[in-house]
Each structure stands twice: as C-alpha cells, then as structure tokens.
C-alpha cells in the first residue's frame, strides 16, 4: 500500500497567485486542501490529483506508486484544473488529430472569484505533456482559430453560476451533468446535461438540454450525483425502448428552495434513471431545432445575440459543430419518473450495478441500498 498526503497546505502556496499577489502575513498557514480531481490517465498511468488549494494546481501521481509526484507549475494556468468551486474532470477520447482516439482531459469548473489572469476556462479538453524534468497540461488545442474549450463571458461569471456534479463519456461524445438557473434572469433552478462531440476541437458542437426528475407534481431539480451503467433484464422490461446491456445514466436529485440550489434532508431526495438513447435523442432534437431557426445559443457563452440562425445542413454532421451555430440550447425536456424517493434524506453519492441494484450514499454517513 502506497500513500501521499496531499495537504493541508501552506497559505502561500494555496491563495496567492505565484506572481501576482503577496500575502506574507499568512506564510506558513496551514490550509485545508480537499481533493476535486482524482483521474487517471490510462495513456501512461498516471493519477492526476487536483485540489481546493493552491488555485487548484494539479499533481500527477505514477500509479501503481502514488507516492512517487512531481507537482505541476501553478503560475500555468492549464495546470489549475481544481479550486475552490464545483469541479468535474475526467479522462475521455478525442477523436481529431493529433489525438486519434487517445484520452484527454475534459474539465467544467465553477468561477470561484479568481484573477481573470489565473482563470482557465469553463469547459475545455486539456492533454497531459511530459518532459525531462516536468508535467504539465495544456489546452488539446490552442491555435490562432481553433481552440478546444468554450468559455463563459467575462460580464456572466460572477451573475450566472453553474455548478458541475458529474462527468462520462458514451459514443463519441463527452458529457457534463450541471445544476444552473433556468436563464439569466429567473430564480428557479435546474439540472441539465452538457456535452461535446469528441471529434470536434473546437467545442462548437457543445449543447446544453435540460432533466427533470418529477413525481406526483414534486419536482426533484438539484442533481447531486451521477452514474453511468448498463440496464440488467429486469430494468430493461421496465423501461420502453431500452435492452439489457444499453446504456442508462443514473442521477440521484433533491430539492432546493425557489432562488437557492442549497438542498436539505428534510426536502427528500429521489432517483430517476434515464435512457442515454433518448438523451441522444433529445440532443440531436435540440440541434436539429437551431437548424430550423426554431432554437437558440446560450447566452452566458455567446452574447446578446444568441438566436440559432436557420441554415440548410446536414445535422448528423452538425452533432460535432458546424461554425454557424454553437453553444445550442435545448429546452425540450429530458423527463423521468423517479424509481425510488427518499423522504426526509439527502442522498449525495448513487452507484449501480447490472443487477438494478442501486446504492446510494447519504449525507449522515450511511448507505442505502435498493433494488
């Protein structure tokens, strides 16, 4: 058995921009440094750790020796994949060259007040470089014209938060499992599913569809933990149009106050589980919808002028970004009924096995267990 501690961690290292901020009145602080990023890199086995200190600067790990580190330049803003906000990254293929089908990193991050010159990103695919004497990430691509993330605008990040719960990869695409207001504007919250086409290094192709988890007029809107797996037999005759063996993703959601996403126990909690075909589905609508001139961009990503421009293409090949439209909202709703509701308690953690058992952690400590 190997082990690295990886905090707590001194307060220069972990609040002060390496070059931009002095703060020796809280040298030698300790800090906590609570891991958002444990991913592995299955190219050449490493752990990559990124915390809540440091501005969220990564570590990469040898597997199987954990032990054995070699920290990453905090003063590259690519190597800030963690912080102090809600954090989702794992490693996934991307499918144009020179990647060819081997694994980056695909990372979501909330703002959390940083410097605009030590912020990275909002969504983006980053690759793990290795040299002699260090590691670092960089963006997968980073030219003139094309640039493998899509990023909030600068006048939204502190008005319009979204928080990342989950991350997966299924048939080519990458997706991000968020909880945001509805618009600008309103004060009800949401999940939603984000995704990119894995062939596409410019995130033109990224889309935004709403879920909803809902039973007997109660809607369950705060997604709180995700979980891909595959439908056993028994599942599969539950559910129209899906098969032993297809993909289903599985969202455990609570409710949250209208004007909050702070969730609480006595609200409940509930599991709804839904087929990742009429998600695909759902996305090709959405996409097909912008096309008509029917649907629209979002806002937060693409300025006030965010209606989808009518356009004569093909949407199969508008699924990986065509330039025209981007950044697609979908409001057609990806709806579910919930298998099982938890009254009373606030599940945090849900994994799933082909048995349709489902196990789900709740915020006291204790697990529950359902099938």
């Given at each position: 058995m190997f082990e690295y501690a990886t905090g707590p961690a001194s307060a220069a290292a972990a609040d002060c921009a390496p070059d931009a901020i002095a703060c020796d009145d809280r040298k030698g602080v300790p800090v906590d440094n609570v891991n958002k990023v444990l991913a592995i890199d299955g190219n050449a086995s490493v752990l990559l750790a990124c915390g809540s200190a440091g501005l969220g600067v990564c570590t990469a790990h040898h597997l199987p020796n954990v032990s054995h580190a070699r920290a990453m330049d905090a003063a590259h803003v690519p190597n800030l994949v963690g912080g102090a906000g809600s954090v989702v990254a794992f490693f996934a293929p991307a499918a144009y060259p020179p990647y060819d089908g081997r694994d980056v990193l695909y990372a979501g991050a909330t703002y959390d007040d940083r410097a605009e010159e030590r912020l990275p990103a909002t969504v983006s695919s980053r690759q793990l470089r290795y040299g002699d004497e260090s590691i670092r990430l960089d963006y997968a691509v980073d030219k003139a014209t094309t640039l493998s993330y899509i990023d909030m605008l600068g006048e939204y990040r502190a008005s319009y938060e979204i928080l990342y719960v989950y991350g997966f990869s299924n048939k080519n695409f990458s997706y991000f499992l968020t909880v945001?207001?509805?618009?600008?504007?309103?004060?009800?919250?949401?999940?939603?599913?984000?995704?990119?086409?894995?062939?596409?290094?410019?995130y033109f192709s990224y889309t935004e569809v709403p879920l909803e988890c809902k039973r007997n007029g109660i809607d369950y809107q705060v997604a709180q933990a995700g979980f891909l797996g595959k439908a056993g037999v028994v599942l599969a005759r539950d559910m129209p149009g899906v098969r032993a063996g297809d993909a289903i993703l599985t969202i455990v959601f609570a409710r949250s106050e209208q004007g909050s996403a702070v969730v609480a126990p006595q609200y409940g909690s509930a599991v709804c589980v839904f087929s990742l075909a009429e998600v695909e589905q759902k996305f090709y609508d959405a996409v097909q919808d912008c096309y008509l001139g029917a649907g629209a961009m979002l806002h937060w990503f693409v300025g006030s002028q965010s209606r989808c421009t009518r356009a004569d293409v093909d949407i199969e090949e508008a699924m990986c970004g065509s330039g025209l439209n981007y950044a697609i909202e979908g409001r057609d709703l990806i709806s579910a009924n919930p298998d099982v509701v938890f009254a009373n308690e606030l599940v945090t953690a849900v994994a799933t096995m082909v048995q349709r058992q489902t196990h789900g952690g709740v915020l006291d400590g204790h697990r529950r267990h359902y099938q």
């Open positions: 945001q207001r509805v618009n600008l504007t309103s004060d009800i919250f949401e999940s939603r599913l984000a995704r990119v086409c894995q062939n596409d290094p410019t």
